[in-house]
């Protein structure tokens, strides 16, 4: 019975001796991997400090190359961190406050502003351009309005199918001489140069045709109608923003053609470019006369 229990402890102690011989080796093969790595590391950086010191033009290669890897880390952790200000800015932007404007003027602003859902700051600068332009040249400012109301909804970067652009709807590529005052073509999207270069277009349409009216069919480009629905929705949203000036009901139907709105003092809107529209349209004979603005 001794015997039988003898040789089973005689064989698990063995087995633990070659375990524990096992994991001696495997300890003593990690540690020499490990030792002879670091020393071959160690070397391969001491022949390195070697060469780079026996030789200045790999040293200032190596030396620019890590500064311009760290400086790339440091603009790309930069800029994904935070966008740049720009305190400027600001001066970029067509608005103005309708609480500082003429109180007719302020009224007509809110008023769109509701009604076509466009923020009143710059449909303020709008306004109060469409007043100082209007009176620079002889035409109602509340004109001016509705036609950009029914062409655009005041929407500075509208397009239609055929190319007319911006808040008046000019055919850029027709008009292309207006625009070289302002910049160039680019101005189309430019809200207030749009303004101007639009009411130069719609003055000499109705100069042309005798009558707001005529000059309304000629500006929209009337060829295989007479343009009269698109006259009936200008001269009727013309009403209703001549009304709100005035203090007066706003109509819901349509009513006959208003009378010229007395224009107030005019008012700069802010940021508004430098350059002048100017009082005397030239001629546009030169053009199709059913091609003014846009077909």
Excluded at 29 to 34: A, K, L, N, R, V
Excluded at 269 to 291: D, F, L, Y
Aim: no cysteine.
């Amino acid at each position: 019975m001794s015997a039988m229990q003898f040789t089973p402890n005689k064989s698990a102690s063995r087995a633990m001796a070659s375990l524990k011989i096992t994991l001696g080796d495997v300890y003593r093969g990690f540690f020499d991997i490990t030792h002879n790595s670091l020393a071959l590391l160690g070397m391969l950086l001491a022949m390195s400090v070697v060469v780079l010191s026996a030789r200045p033009d790999l040293r200032t290669t190596a030396e620019e190359q890590l500064l311009g890897w760290l400086l790339q880390r440091q603009e790309a952790v930069a800029g994904s961190a935070d966008i740049e200000p720009e305190p400027t800015a600001v001066d970029r932007v067509t608005a103005a406050l309708p609480a500082e404007l003429p109180e007719q003027q302020a009224k007509v602003t809110y008023w769109l502003s509701r009604k076509y859902r466009v923020a009143p700051e710059p449909l303020g600068a709008l306004v109060a351009e469409a007043f100082t332009v209007g009176e620079k040249v002889n035409l109602d400012p509340t004109l001016i309005l509705a036609v950009m109301a029914v062409e655009s909804r005041f929407n500075p970067f509208a397009q239609s199918p055929v190319g007319a652009q911006g808040l008046m709807q000019v055919l850029t590529r027709v008009h292309t001489d207006k625009y070289e005052d302002f910049g160039g073509q680019l101005a189309a999207f430019d809200p207030v140069s749009n303004l101007r270069v639009g009411v130069q277009v719609l003055k000499d349409a109705i100069r042309r045709a005798g009558s707001v009216e005529g000059g309304l069919r000629l500006y929209v480009g009337a060829v295989t109608t007479d343009g009269s629905g698109y006259i009936n929705k200008v001269m009727a949203e013309h009403l209703r923003i001549q009304s709100v000036a005035l203090g007066r009901p706003v109509p819901r139907t349509a009513m006959p053609a208003p009378a010229v709105i007395p224009v107030s003092t005019p008012v700069h809107p802010a940021q508004a470019p430098g350059a002048e529209i100017e009082a005397v349209v030239p001629s546009a004979t030169t053009r199709p006369a059913a091609a003014l603005a846009h077909s």
